[in-house]
C-alpha cells in the first residue's frame, strides 16, 4: 500500500522534503503546489499558490492525498492547518494559533518569560519614544526585531545607540514595515546553531542538528538572508549541549504550549545560540529551516513517511541517521537580499559530485533559469566536515562557472573545520 503526499512549496527546503519522500517506500504520488524546475523533475507540479488554502484542500481531496506537508510560514500564518483539519485531512505543520510562535515574536518572548526558557532579555514596544529611551538606557549593542514575518530582514543587530535609534525608526515610524511593534533584545555573543524537532504536543522527536551561515558574504559581512550555507552534524554542540537544548528549551516549550491550550504540532525550529556555554534561543520557527532542511533530511536513514505518520500519531519512534557530515553551499543571484535580476541562464549541474536542491528556478523553453534571489544549493557529503566542504567548493564552483551572475559564501564550515569557531 502507498500513499499520495502533498508538498507546499518552491524553493530548496521543499525540494529536499521531495527528495527524502521518494526514498520512502510507504509513498506513492508526490505532488508539489507550486514546485520549481529542480522539483518538477521528481514530483507532479500542481499549479496553486501557497496561499490558496481552499484550492490545495480541494486538490488534495480530489487526488486522494493522505498527507500533505508544509513547507514556508506564509500558508501556515494564514491557517492553512486549521482548515485541512476542518475538511477530515491529514496534514503536517502546526495551527494559526501555534505558528505565532514564529509569526509573533512577541508572542514567543512572552511565552518563554512564563515558562522560563533561556533567551535574551526583551521588551516590546509600539511608541517609538518610549522604545528610544528603553535603548539608550542599556549597552550600545542591541537587538531590534520588527514583530511580524519579514523573511528574515526585520532584524537589526545594533553595534551603537546610533544604529539602534536609526532601525526604531525605520520600524516605528516610516512606512517601509508598516509601523508595527518592536522587540528590543538583549545582544548575545556565541555561535549559533538550529535544532529542528518534530513536534506532536508534548511529544518531541529531535533531528539532527545542523548550522546555517546568515550573512550574505564571507567572514559574516553583509546583509542577513535566508541562509547561505549549512552542515549537519555541527561538532561544538556535543551530545551534552544538545541534551541539554532539548531539556531546558524545545521540550519545556512544546510542554507549555500543549499545557496552555495551544499545541503545536509539526517542525518546531529552534534557532539557538551558545552563550557562555548555555544554550539560549534567539528565536522559533514553525517550519523546517532552509537551507538547514537540504543538509539534515539527507542524512535520515529512516523513512520520513513512517516518521511524519508516528509524529502524528503520538507514537514513539527513533530517527536514524547517517553518521557523515553533509554540507551545502547556496549559489544566489548577485544583489540579493536587495534587488536581483531574474531568468538567469543557469549550467553546470551535471558536473557535480553531490546532490544539488533548486531554491528558485523555472524552465524558460528548455533552459534552467533562475526565477529567485537564492537560486541552487550544491551539498555534499564527506567522513569529516572539511571533506564535505571540499566537495561542495568545487561543485558550487562548477554551477557558478557555468551559470551567469551568481555568487557564492566560500566559507561555509571553514572555521569548524580548522577548529577554531
Ligand atoms: P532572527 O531573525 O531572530 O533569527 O535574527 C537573525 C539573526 O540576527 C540571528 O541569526 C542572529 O545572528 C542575530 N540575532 C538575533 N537576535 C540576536 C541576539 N539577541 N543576540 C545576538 N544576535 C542576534
Ligand atoms: N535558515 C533559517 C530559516 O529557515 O529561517
Known amino acids: 500500500m502507498t500513499y499520495n503526499v502533498l508538498v507546499i512549496g518552491s524553493g530548496g527546503r521543499e525540494h529536499a522534503i521531495v527528495d527524502a519522500l521518494k526514498r520512502s517506500e510507504s509513498v506513492g504520488r508526490i505532488y508539489c503546489a507550486p514546485g520549481n524546475a529542480g522539483i518538477d523533475t521528481a514530483a507532479t507540479p500542481v499549479s496553486i499558490p501557497v496561499t490558496d488554502i481552499n484550492d490545495l484542500a480541494r486538490f488534495a481531496t480530489d487526488a486522494s492525498v493522505s498527507l500533505t506537508v508544509v513547507g514556508p510560514e506564509v500558508p501556515l500564518a494564514a491557517g492553512i492547518v486549521d482548515e485541512?483539519?476542518?475538511?477530515?485531512?491529514?496534514?503536517?505543520?502546526?495551527?494559526?494559533?501555534a505558528a505565532q510562535i514564529e509569526s509573533s515574536k512577541a508572542f514567543a518572548k512572552e511565552l518563554m518569560a512564563r515558562h522560563n526558557i533561556p533567551t535574551a532579555a526583551s521588551r516590546t514596544f509600539d511608541d517609538f519614544d518610549e522604545?528610544?529611551?528603553?535603548?539608550?538606557?542599556?549597552?550600545?549593542?542591541?537587538?531590534?526585531?520588527?514583530?511580524?514575518?519579514?523573511?528574515?530582514?526585520?532584524?537589526v543587530v545594533a553595534q551603537s545607540h546610533e544604529e539602534a535609534e536609526a532601525a526604531l525608526r525605520n520600524m516605528l515610524l516610516d512606512d517601509e514595515f508598516g509601523k508595527g511593534r518592536v522587540v528590543v533584545e538583549e545582544f548575545l555573543d556565541g555561535p549559533e546553531f538550529s535544532f529542528m524537532c518534530l513536534v506532536n504536543g508534548p511529544?518531541?522527536?529531535?533531528?539532527?542538528?545542523a548550522r546555517d551561515h546568515?550573512?550574505?558574504?564571507?567572514?559574516?559581512?553583509?546583509?542577513?538572508?535566508?541562509?547561505?550555507?549549512?552542515?549537519?552534524?555541527?561538532?561544538?554542540?556535543t551530545d551534552e549541549i544538545r541534551q541539554t537544548a532539548l531539556d531546558t528549551i524545545m521540550l519545556p516549550v512544546a510542554k507549555a504550549m500543549a499545557d496552555e491550550g495551544n499545541?503545536?504540532?509539526?517542525?518546531?525550529?529552534?534557532?539557538?545560540?551558545?552563550?557562555?556555554?548555555?544554550?539560549?534561543?534567539?528565536?522559533?520557527?514553525?517550519?523546517?529551516?532552509?537551507?538547514?532542511?537540504?543538509?539534515?533530511?539527507?542524512?535520515?536513514?529512516?523513512?520520513?513517511?513512517?516518521?511524519?505518520?508516528?509524529?502524528?500519531?503520538?507514537?514513539?519512534?527513533?530517527?536514524?541517521?547517517?553518521?557523515?557530515t553533509r554540507l551545502g553551499?547556496?549559489?544566489?543571484?548577485?544583489?540579493?537580499?536587495?534587488?536581483?535580476?531574474?531568468?538567469?541562464?543557469?549550467?553546470?549541474?551535471?558536473?557535480?559530485?553531490?546532490?544539488?536542491?533548486?531554491?528558485?528556478?523555472?524552465?524558460?523553453?528548455?533552459?534552467?533559469?533562475?526565477?529567485?534571489?537564492?537560486?541552487?544549493?550544491?551539498?555534499?557529503?564527506?567522513a569529516t566536515l572539511s571533506?564535505?566542504?571540499?566537495?561542495?567548493?568545487?561543485?558550487?564552483?562548477?554551477?557558478?562557472?557555468?551559470?551567469?551572475?551568481?555568487?557564492?559564501?566560500?566559507?561555509?564550515g571553514a572555521a569548524e573545520s580548522r577548529n577554531e569557531l
Open 387 to 412: 571533506e564535505a566542504r571540499a566537495k561542495a567548493l568545487k561543485d558550487a564552483k562548477a554551477v557558478a562557472e557555468n551559470s551567469q551572475g551568481l555568487f557564492y559564501r566560500s566559507d561555509i
Open 131 to 155: 522604545a528610544l529611551k528603553y535603548v539608550l538606557a542599556g549597552p550600545e549593542r542591541s537587538v531590534i526585531k520588527y514583530d511580524g514575518l519579514a523573511a528574515g530582514k526585520g532584524v
Open 263 to 324: 499545541p503545536f504540532t509539526g517542525v518546531l525550529y529552534g534557532g539557538l545560540i551558545l552563550n557562555n556555554g548555555v544554550p539560549k534561543v534567539i528565536e522559533f520557527n514553525a517550519r523546517f529551516g532552509d537551507p538547514e532542511t537540504e543538509v539534515v533530511l539527507p542524512r535520515m536513514q529512516s523513512d520520513i513517511y513512517k516518521v511524519f505518520e508516528a509524529v502524528l500519531d503520538g507514537k514513539d519512534f527513533d530517527i536514524e541517521w547517517s553518521p557523515e
Open 329 to 382: 553551499i547556496v549559489l544566489a543571484a548577485d544583489g540579493y537580499p536587495g534587488s536581483y535580476p531574474k531568468g538567469l541562464p543557469l549550467g553546470g549541474l551535471e558536473q557535480t559530485e553531490g546532490k544539488v536542491f533548486h531554491m528558485g528556478t523555472r524552465m524558460d523553453g528548455d533552459r534552467l533559469v533562475s526565477a529567485g534571489g537564492r537560486v541552487l544549493m550544491v551539498t555534499d557529503s564527506g
Open 203 to 209: 511529544k518531541v522527536y529531535p533531528l539532527a542538528i
Open 214 to 237: 546568515k550573512r550574505a558574504f564571507d567572514n559574516d559581512r553583509g546583509p542577513n538572508t535566508g541562509g547561505m550555507g549549512a552542515y549537519s552534524p555541527v561538532p561544538f554542540v
Open 84 to 97: 485541512f483539519r476542518k475538511r477530515g485531512l491529514r496534514i503536517f505543520g502546526p495551527t494559526k494559533a
